[in-house]
């Protein structure tokens, strides 16, 4: 079975800061990879993903990710944080050969940005 | 255009019971699936629905259920309710094509059963 390890689950940071957050998944085929984002109060959403191509992928908000595929990892990127982005943070894998809505989800990171 | 719309938002239950929550998928979409949310287990694959039928389904006892109607609305049915069922119970839609990723969440229904 795939799983998907986020290894931070709570990273405070200042404005300003430059984020990255972990992702590793366990699997062994190709996969599609994602990240979405639940700000307080408001439902999950899609901040980018990946399923081919450039393995470096730039989402909503000036949010990028890496897909390395030897280190099996898709860590979100971004150079400066701003309050507005404190959230917590999913990644998520699909196999590429299964159902894209069965998404695998990481346990999540809460990310706290300070003013 | 209108979101993901789930119903109800809060309930409260007790052990033995049962509980039907609703989802209304975002018009033109297809596919519902739920996701359970929990502070221990983070969020888990319940089922998927496309077209009235169960497309994929994750590890979960037969007490969990759904069902999916022909203008797409989708409801999940859990039956004799344990207390470790107490979640946050989120509906997806998606247009349901293969190679779709994005999913679109409701803004969930909140389970606690007492």
């Known amino acids: 079975a795939q799983s998907v390890s986020q290894h931070n689950h709570h990273v405070i940071l200042s404005e300003a800061a430059s984020l990255e957050l972990g992702c590793n998944y366990s699997?062994?085929?190709?996969?599609?990879l994602f990240w979405y984002v639940q700000y307080p109060g408001q439902h999950l959403q899609l901040l980018l993903k990946?399923?081919?191509?450039?393995?470096l992928v730039k989402g909503i908000k000036g949010f990028e990710a890496e897909f390395i595929k030897s280190k099996f990892s898709f860590n979100l990127r971004k150079p400066s944080v701003q309050w507005s982005d404190t959230a917590e943070y999913f990644c998520?894998?699909?196999?590429?050969?299964?159902?894209?809505?069965?998404?695998?989800f990481g346990s999540g990171t809460q990310l706290t940005v300070l003013p | 255009k209108a979101g993901v719309t789930q119903t109800p938002r809060y309930l409260i239950k007790t052990r033995g019971q049962q509980v039907t929550l609703s989802c209304s998928p975002i018009?033109?979409?297809?596919?519902v699936s739920w996701y359970q949310q929990t502070p221990g287990q983070g969020l888990q694959f319940l089922f998927e629905?496309?077209?009235?039928?169960?497309?994929n389904k994750g590890n979960f006892p037969g007490r969990f259920s759904g069902r999916q109607f022909s203008n797409s609305r989708s409801e999940m049915n859990v039956s004799t309710l344990e207390l470790g069922d107490s979640a946050l119970y989120l509906c997806?839609?998606?247009?349901?094509?293969?190679?779709?990723?994005?999913?679109?969440f409701g803004e969930g229904s909140r389970l606690t059963v007492l």
């Open positions: 018009s033109g979409h297809r596919s």
């Open positions: 990946y399923f081919s191509g450039d393995p």
């Open positions: 699997y062994g085929g190709t996969v599609n």
């Open positions: 998520a894998v699909t196999r590429s050969s299964g159902s894209a809505r069965q998404l695998t």
């Open positions: 997806a839609s998606s247009s349901g094509g293969a190679d779709t990723g994005e999913l679109f």
């Open positions: 629905y496309f077209s009235e039928t169960q497309r």
